[in-house]
């Protein structure tokens, strides 16, 4: 089975400020990776996702991600936020496409 | 603009009350899914139905009762709900067994009183 760790539950950060939200995952076997967004009183949104190749993916709205296998991690990072970022960002994994983990959440704040 | 379609947007119904959320994809996928959400959470799975057929159901109580008509549409049926049920209901759907990512509606807010 899979799980996915959001160790933050809440970031605050200033408007152009940059801002990373951790993801790290258990497997025991390959997996996919994803980071959604839901703004408030929507559905979930795809930022970017991780299949395979290169580590570093880039996503929409400025956002990217390093997927780094020997700390079994996604971390999520934007070099310079927007009030617009506000919103609830989600980690989540699968291995087979079939059944997807969810993180947590992280409530991103940007504050003017 | 979403590519999957949920309605209604919002719901408000009785304990006695029988009601159904639909949802409606045309990306040609062949899984779907029905999710819970409450407020500052995450998704909970309910069921999945690949290929039209209910694959993974999470224990879900009876009072929702899901129904895949053809590959584009999934219902969800609602009987004798509880106020606790209240909560974002997201459709999503995705090509099973494959490195696809989920695609999810907007949702369906739905209030018991």
């Known amino acids: 089975a899979q799980s996915v760790t959001q160790l933050d539950s809440q970031v605050p950060v200033f408007e152009e400020a940059p801002v990373e939200l951790r993801c790290n995952y258990s497997?025991?076997?390959?997996?996919?990776l994803f980071w959604y967004v839901q703004y408030p009183n929507q559905g979930l949104q795809l930022l970017l996702k991780y299949l395979s190749g290169s580590t570093l993916v880039k996503g929409i709205n400025g956002f990217e991600a390093e997927f780094n296998k020997s700390q079994t991690s996604f971390h999520l990072r934007k070099p310079s936020v927007h009030i617009s970022d506000t919103a609830e960002y989600f980690c989540a994994v699968t291995n087979t496409g079939n059944q997807f983990y969810f993180g947590t959440g992280t409530s991103l704040t940007v504050i003017p | 603009d979403t590519e999957v379609t949920q309605t209604p947007k919002h719901l408000v119904m009785g304990m006695t009350n029988k009601k159904s959320l639909k949802c409606e994809q045309h990306m040609g996928h062949r899984a779907m899914y029905w999710y819970k959400q409450k407020a500052k959470k995450p998704p909970e799975l309910m069921f999945v139905?690949?290929?039209?057929?209910?694959?993974i159901n999470e224990s879900v109580p009876s009072r929702f009762s899901p129904e895949c008509p053809n590959s584009s549409l999934l219902n969800l049926h609602l009987h004798a709900l509880q106020p606790e049920d209240s909560a974002l209901y997201l459709c999503?759907?995705?090509?099973?067994?494959?490195?696809?990512?989920?695609?999810f509606g907007e949702g369906s807010r739905l209030t018991v009183l």
């Open positions: 139905y690949s290929y039209e057929k209910l694959s």
């Open positions: 497997s025991s076997v390959s997996v996919y």
């Open positions: 999503a759907s995705s090509q099973p067994d494959s490195t696809g990512e989920l695609f």
